[in-house]
């Protein structure tokens, strides 16, 4: 405005047709002057392309945690209404190697249900303990007798079988045996093998289990001054000795008294049989038939032989008693002799007819009659046996089931009882558990007197020596992140230092925390690893991580809020002497506040950081890039670039 007075004075100094001239030129000038000084007040903020190294850094906040933490849960049983907390640590507290070494309690929980529950128990497991031991004498005692009952059923058969084969012989005897069908039952019910058993087994018709064995309990610890305490003794019931008897386990080559599914017996052969076909010296083995049979022959030839001589000498007595050579007595005398002798060989043929035809068959019949009701019931005895033990083996088994479970549930009821002292088992710094696990929406806070409840997290040791930071990074950068890429981070609480860290892992999967609140926005949880050990670094600290994905050494490059896409094309507005210029340009790689150029601008050029007014782009929604593609759209959601930041470059996010 001072020029313009000055101007218009020295036009007052010079003639009319000058000062008309004059004026109209300081009117236009001043009209010119005006409207371009109302225009460089609104013109956008610009900045000079750079020509150097640029870093592709990625840029994220994140909280401190360690790679390594001893997470303490209450792992005692209670039901719904949980279990208080009687001592717990000071938070804060820093656990050292000499706790971890003396067995420091970090934690005691209210143990008195549990102490009651155990008592109940103890009870419930020694009658499973005086059930078993009974049920393992039974089986036992049914062994033995079995055993005896066999045993004296063999002895009856055996003995029957020797009265058949001392009056038939044992020749004769095998062979009616044999056709009889004797031999068969007799070889399962006789022997003391078990093969019809083991083929049973093979078939999975039949199964052996082998029974249990009686254990002395094993003592009881109580959480209340960390001693030890008897509880078989305390309720008065002994448990069973060291020694108890050991029931005896079926065995597959010298026991038969086993259960065999679907077992199919012998059946004996029906009928008679007609022994008088035996009845002969040269078929009958050496028995008391044949010596009987024998003395029958012998009887009747001695008579038949007297009754010969009988016969000749009364002949001779008629020839002399007719020539008058002898007195009618003597011939009276032959004569009676000759009819006695007679009789007696009609009496040896009477008497041996009547032991072919009665006695022999009669004798034999009762022999094998004898030895096949020996022999059913040995059968009988060994299947009555079998099913003895089967019942004994059965409530052995149940009385062995009920006392495994019983110690599973005092086993188990003391383990919980020893879960309720938690003691020290790394070194760290003690860290309340969170109500981020509050499934049922009363949580309380962790302190003495609280209520926690099975699998609630009471306190977190962490490992103060390996540090790390979890950072949450955007979809459109996920896939320039690789394990093994370094990073610089730096804690909120010290921004002066800066750390060392390295990528050691990352989600496979978006984290899914905010799924319900922010559907659309996908992040990745990463963890960057802190190199080295630093005391003053505690969890739960923010900090940022700069990753470093890789690095330009001489590149062109503005800010990323410089460049906008127009058209599926790249458009920077490069300011000019009287309008911006519109011009085309090539990216490259990118960071959050800086965008390389690879064509279109020169290294001094200044562009403008914003889109002028007036001017239409398309909008990142209908651009059909990719996001990472396309500088305009390059900023996260919720963390737009501002001309602010991008006036004073640093090369980092």
Same mark, same amino acid.
């Given at each position: 405005?001072?020029?313009?007075?000055?101007?218009?004075?020295?036009?007052?100094? =010079?003639?009319?047709?000058? %000062?008309?001239?004059?004026?109209?030129i300081?009117?236009?000038?001043?009209?010119?002057?005006?409207? +371009?000084?109302?225009?460089?007040?609104?013109?956008?903020?610009?900045?000079a392309?750079?020509?150097?190294?640029?870093?592709?850094?990625?840029?994220?906040g994140?909280?401190?945690?360690?790679?390594?933490?001893?997470?303490?849960k209450?792992?005692?049983?209670?039901?719904?209404q949980?279990t208080?907390?009687?001592?717990?640590?000071?938070?804060?507290?820093?656990?050292?190697?000499?706790d971890?070494?003396?067995?420091?309690?970090l934690?005691?929980?209210?143990?008195?249900?549990?102490?009651k529950q155990?008592?109940?128990?103890?009870? =419930?497991? %020694?009658?499973?303990?005086?059930?078993?031991?009974?049920?393992?004498?039974?089986?036992?005692?049914?062994l033995?007798?079995?055993?005896s009952?066999?045993?004296a059923?063999?002895?009856?058969?055996?003995?029957?079988r020797?009265?058949?084969?001392?009056?038939?012989?044992?020749?004769?005897t095998?062979?009616?045996?044999?056709?009889?069908?004797?031999?068969?039952?007799?070889?399962?019910?006789s022997t003391?093998?078990?093969?019809?058993?083991?083929?049973?087994?093979?078939?999975?018709?039949?199964?052996v289990?082998?029974?249990?064995?009686?254990?002395?309990?094993p003592?009881?610890?109580?959480?209340?001054?960390?001693?030890?305490?008897?509880m078989?003794?305390?309720?008065?019931i002994?448990?069973?000795?060291?020694?108890?008897?050991?029931?005896?386990?079926?065995?597959?080559?010298?026991?038969?008294?086993?259960?065999?599914?679907?077992?199919?017996?012998?059946?004996?052969?029906?009928?008679?049989?007609?022994?008088?076909?035996?009845?002969?010296i040269?078929m009958l083995?050496?028995?008391?038939?044949? %010596?009987?049979?024998?003395?029958?022959?012998?009887?009747?030839?001695?008579?038949?032989?007297d009754l010969?001589?009988?016969?000749?000498?009364f002949?001779?007595?008629?020839?002399?008693?007719?020539? %008058?050579?002898?007195?009618?007595?003597e011939?009276?005398r032959?004569?009676?002799?000759?009819?006695?002798?007679?009789?007696?060989?009609?009496?040896a043929?009477?008497?041996?007819?009547?032991?072919?035809?009665?006695d022999?068959?009669k004798?034999?019949?009762?022999?094998l009659?004898d030895?096949?009701?020996?022999?059913?019931?040995?059968?009988?005895?060994?299947?009555?046996?079998?099913?003895?033990?089967?019942?004994?083996?059965?409530?052995?088994?149940s009385? =062995?089931?009920?006392?495994?479970v019983?110690?599973?549930?005092?086993?188990?009821?003391?383990?919980?009882?020893?879960?309720?002292?938690?003691?020290?088992?790394?070194?760290?710094?003690?860290?309340?558990?969170?109500?981020?696990?509050?499934?049922?929406?009363? =949580?309380?806070p962790?302190?003495?007197?609280?209520?926690?409840r099975?699998?609630?997290s009471?306190?977190?040791?962490?490992?103060?020596?390996?540090?790390?930071?979890?950072?949450?990074? +955007?979809?459109?950068?996920?896939?320039?992140i690789?394990?093994?890429?370094?990073?610089?981070?730096t804690?909120?609480?010290?921004?002066?230092?800066?750390?060392?860290?390295?990528?050691t892992?990352?989600?496979v999967?978006?984290?899914?925390?905010?799924?319900?609140?922010?559907?659309?926005?996908?992040?990745?949880?990463?963890?960057?690893?802190?190199?080295?050990t630093y005391?003053?670094v505690?969890?739960?600290?923010?900090a940022?991580?700069?990753?470093?994905?890789?690095?330009?050494?001489?590149v062109?490059?503005?800010?990323?809020q410089?460049?906008?896409?127009d058209?599926?094309?790249?458009?920077?507005?490069?300011a000019?002497?009287?309008?911006p210029?519109?011009?085309e340009v090539?990216?490259?790689?990118?960071?959050?506040?800086?965008?390389?150029?690879?064509?279109?601008?020169?290294e001094?050029?200044?562009?403008l950081?914003?889109?002028?007014?007036?001017i239409?782009?398309?909008?990142?929604?209908?651009?059909?890039?990719?996001?990472?593609e396309?500088?305009?759209?390059?900023?996260?959601?919720?963390?737009p670039?501002?001309?602010?930041k991008?006036?004073?470059?640093?090369?980092?996010v």
């Amino acid at each position: 405005m001072q020029k313009l007075n000055e101007l218009i004075k020295s036009v007052r100094r =010079q003639p009319r047709w000058r %000062q008309i001239t004059a004026a109209v030129i300081v009117l236009l000038v001043g009209w010119w002057g005006l409207r +371009h000084s109302g225009d460089s007040g609104a013109k956008a903020p610009t900045f000079a392309a750079r020509r150097g190294p640029l870093e592709i850094n990625v840029l994220e906040g994140g909280s401190l945690q360690a790679l390594e933490s001893q997470e303490v849960k209450c792992e005692v049983r209670v039901g719904y209404q949980g279990t208080k907390i009687l001592r717990i640590v000071e938070e804060g507290y820093l656990v050292t190697e000499a706790d971890v070494t003396n067995n420091k309690v970090l934690v005691e929980l209210d143990s008195s249900d549990l102490e009651k529950q155990i008592t109940q128990q103890e009870i =419930q497991y %020694q009658q499973a303990v005086a059930s078993l031991i009974d049920a393992q004498q039974n089986y036992e005692i049914q062994l033995n007798q079995n055993q005896s009952d066999i045993k004296a059923a063999e002895l009856k058969a055996r003995f029957a079988r020797m009265d058949f084969d001392k009056f038939l012989g044992d020749t004769v005897t095998s062979k009616i045996i044999k056709d009889y069908g004797l031999d068969k039952i007799l070889a399962t019910a006789s022997t003391n093998d078990v093969a019809d058993t083991s083929r049973a087994e093979e078939a999975g018709q039949a199964t052996v289990v082998a029974p249990p064995s009686v254990t002395e309990p094993p003592a009881v610890k109580t959480a209340t001054g960390n001693t030890e305490t008897n509880m078989v003794l305390a309720t008065g019931i002994n448990p069973p000795p060291a020694s108890a008897p050991q029931p005896v386990v079926p065995n597959a080559e010298t026991d038969t008294n086993l259960v065999v599914a679907g077992f199919t017996p012998y059946t004996f052969r029906t009928g008679t049989i007609d022994f008088k076909k035996y009845a002969n010296i040269d078929m009958l083995g050496d028995g008391e038939a044949k %010596q009987k049979l024998r003395k029958f022959e012998d009887d009747l030839q001695s008579a038949q032989k007297d009754l010969g001589v009988a016969k000749a000498t009364f002949e001779g007595t008629q020839r002399l008693f007719a020539k %008058q050579f002898v007195a009618k007595m003597e011939l009276v005398r032959d004569q009676l002799l000759q009819d006695s002798a007679e009789l007696k060989v009609q009496t040896a043929e009477t008497s041996r007819a009547l032991f072919l035809n009665y006695d022999f068959s009669k004798t034999a019949e009762k022999s094998l009659s004898d030895y096949t009701e020996a022999v059913r019931e040995l059968d009988k005895s060994r299947r009555l046996a079998i099913s003895k033990q089967a019942q004994a083996q059965a409530r052995l088994k149940s009385a =062995q089931g009920q006392y495994e479970v019983q110690t599973r549930q005092r086993k188990d009821l003391n383990a919980q009882l020893e879960k309720c002292i938690i003691r020290a088992q790394k070194s760290g710094l003690v860290v309340y558990g969170g109500t981020g696990d509050n499934y049922y929406g009363n =949580q309380e806070p962790i302190r003495e007197g609280a209520t926690v409840r099975e699998r609630q997290s009471i306190i977190t040791i962490p490992d103060m020596t390996r540090m790390s930071v979890n950072v949450k990074i +955007h979809e459109s950068y996920i896939k320039k992140i690789k394990k093994g890429q370094k990073a610089r981070i730096t804690v909120d609480a010290f921004p002066d230092t800066e750390l060392d860290g390295e990528v050691t892992k990352m989600g496979v999967l978006p984290d899914s925390q905010n799924r319900w609140m922010n559907p659309d926005l996908k992040v990745y949880n990463t963890t960057i690893t802190i190199n080295g050990t630093y005391d003053w670094v505690k969890p739960g600290m923010s900090a940022k991580v700069e990753i470093l994905v890789t690095k330009l050494n001489d590149v062109v490059y503005v800010p990323v809020q410089a460049v906008s896409p127009d058209g599926g094309k790249q458009i920077c507005y490069v300011a000019g002497a009287f309008k911006p210029e519109r011009r085309e340009v090539e990216i490259g790689e990118f960071n959050d506040e800086f965008i390389q150029i690879k064509r279109g601008l020169k290294e001094g050029e200044r562009v403008l950081l914003r889109v002028p007014d007036g001017i239409e782009t398309d909008s990142p929604e209908n651009d059909s890039q990719p996001k990472e593609e396309k500088p305009g759209g390059l900023a996260k959601p919720g963390t737009p670039a501002t001309p602010a930041k991008a006036a004073a470059p640093t090369g980092k996010v």
